[in-house]
């Protein structure tokens, strides 16, 4: 099998996605690269949610192929795919109890020890920037915006090597949206982590991304470098999309 | 208290039998719900005068049915009605359901199969000791009593599955993409699912005799049994029907929560009402 690249962790060929008789994805061809953190922008219905959840086969494609690491995503076991290709959703879900115990449930999902994980929820809180006092609070009594860190904080127990996180921070005023996205910046360094988000906020985009793929209809319009997208793209209906701020 | 036992440990009075005449006047009892009905507009009378017609009709063609079952007593058509009392059941179960999955038919036919089956084995070789063991005027109203509680679990069982799934598709889809296979991922739902349909018969056994004084031992009682007799009858059915309902609910749930799932650990249909 050719890869276009050895960098890239996905890739998608010709993927096309049905929703009862809609056409929701249509003719996605997309490469997505190791280390970086990948913006998927565009107008309400584009299709980006469906690609997302594509990737940790929350969904499988009506047509195409996926391949993970030059494998068919379908080849792997996917309860294996999910502990390396984490998912954050848009709107955060608590388990029950407190906030460690969030951790510990995603320690045991993922088939690892929970006897002495203190040191490793403590230092996963740190991470997803989660003040201390919080950890002994019941999960249902948190801000959206830390139980949006939570949910980040427990799809890392696994340490996954890919975080998809859809509109992470649609619910949080801008404030918030802002500190968590220097988080999620700060972590795929930190880590190495692969990060593709979901954002309808264009200035996250923007600020937060290495690369930005702007999909409008189901269909991928521009995809390269942010600094590109933002600054350079000649297509005349990327310019507008990007110019209406949405 | 000792007089007091020994007035109902007394057997049983002499039973005042129902003439036909007598029926006929029960009659009167019904036309005072028509009365109601039409005084207040709710468009009911057609549907009791039709109710009442297919009690009787339908009542009296058991009682007749039931004549022959017990004079011929033959094992196989006693078995042949429990299995017809079921196949009602289990269409009545999911017959008000609002989805119907292909599969549920067979899986809720199964569970009450198993659960009515144990418990009526258990009860009538254990606990009432059935001689012979097909004797039709034990088993088909033991039978009964345990199917009707059974289906009734069932229907409430699947109902709540069913929304359960529904209303937190967005935290078993949380539990998937951590790795959770579909029994981690639908613990919950299947638990309430099993508290909605259970807790009707924990809150039976806790006001029986109190609030409620079952049919059952009433008729008992009127039939000329002895009020001691009837009761502890009734304790036995009390028992047998939460074990038919906690054992058939244990196995729709259980079974039918692997429907909610593709073999690739999806929730169906899709959840995301994002594009």
């Known amino acids: 099998m050719e890869f276009l690249s050895e960098k890239s ?3 998608l060929r010709d993927v096309r996605q049905v929703k009862g008789t809609q056409i929701v994805l249509d003719g996605i061809n997309l490469e ?4 970086k953190i990948t913006a998927l922008v565009g107008p309400s219905g584009a299709g980006k949610t469906s690609l997302l959840r594509l990737l940790n086969r929350l969904d499988d494609p009506a047509n195409g192929q996926i391949f993970y690491h030059s494998r068919p995503i379908a080849e792997y076991p996917v309860q294996e795919l999910r502990l390396q290709v984490g998912f954050v959703f848009q709107t955060p879900v608590m388990f029950p109890g407190i906030v460690a115990d969030n951790l510990r449930t995603a320690l045991e999902l993922a088939g690892k020890p929970v006897a002495d994980s203190d040191g490793l929820i403590a230092e996963t809180l740190r991470l997803a920037e989660i003040d201390a006092s919080l950890f002994e609070r019941d999960g249902a009594r948190l801000s959206v915006g830390q139980k949006q860190r939570v949910n980040i904080a427990r799809a890392l127990m696994s340490a996954p090597a890919v975080l998809l996180m859809d509109e992470p921070t ?7 949206a802002d500190k968590l996205m220097e988080t999620v910046r700060h972590l795929g360094k930190e880590k190495n982590i692969t990060v593709v988000m979901v954002t309808h906020r264009l200035s996250e985009a923007k600020r937060a991304s290495d690369t930005t793929i702007v999909m409008e209809s189901g269909k991928i319009i521009e995809t390269g470098a942010t600094d590109f997208v933002f600054g350079q793209t000649t297509n005349p209906r ?3 999309f990007l110019s209406s701020g949405k | 208290m000792l007089l007091l036992f020994q007035i109902t440990e007394a057997a049983g009075a002499p039973v005042n039998d129902v003439s036909w005449f007598d029926l006929s006047l029960a009659l009167g009892l019904i036309l005072i719900a028509v009365g109601i009905s039409r005084w207040q507009k709710l468009g009911l009378v057609k549907d009791f005068i039709i109710g009442a017609i297919r009690t009787i009709v339908q009542l009296v063609l058991v009682g007749y049915v039931l004549v022959y079952i017990f004079v011929v007593d033959r094992w196989y058509i006693t078995l042949a009605i429990l299995a017809l009392m079921l196949i009602v059941a289990v269409k009545a179960a999911i017959g008000r359901q609002n989805k119907v999955n292909p599969q549920l038919k067979w899986i809720t036919g199964s569970a009450m199969l198993i659960g009515s089956a144990l418990t009526l084995v258990y009860v009538t070789t254990l606990v009432v000791t059935v001689q012979p063991w097909h004797n039709p005027r034990y088993l088909i109203p033991l039978f009964g009593m345990i199917v009707g509680s059974a289906m009734n679990g069932a229907a409430l069982a699947i109902e709540r599955l069913n929304s359960e799934i529904e209303t937190r598709s967005g935290e078993i889809e949380a539990y998937l993409a951590l790795g959770a296979n579909y029994r981690q991922a639908s613990a919950q739902p299947v638990r309430q699912a099993l508290r909605a349909s259970l807790i009707p018969t924990v809150n039976g056994l806790m006001v029986v005799g109190i609030v409620t004084l079952p049919g059952m031992m009433t008729g008992q ?6 009020p001691l007799t009837a009761v502890r009858y009734q304790i036995v ?5 939460a074990a038919a309902v906690a054992i058939t609910t244990a196995i729709v749930t259980l079974w039918y929560r692997k429907t909610f799932f593709t073999t690739a650990l999806q929730l169906k249909p899709h959840g995301s009402e994002n594009t």
């Open chain 1, 9 to 11: 962790v996905f890739e």
């Open chain 1, 32 to 35: 997505i690269e190791k280390g």
């Open chain 1, 170 to 176: 649609s619910a949080l005023d801008p404030e918030t």
């Open chain 1, 238 to 240: 990327v310019r507008e």
């Open chain 2, 221 to 226: 009682i009127l039939a000329g049994s002895s």
């Open chain 2, 237 to 241: 059915v009390v028992f047998m029907q």
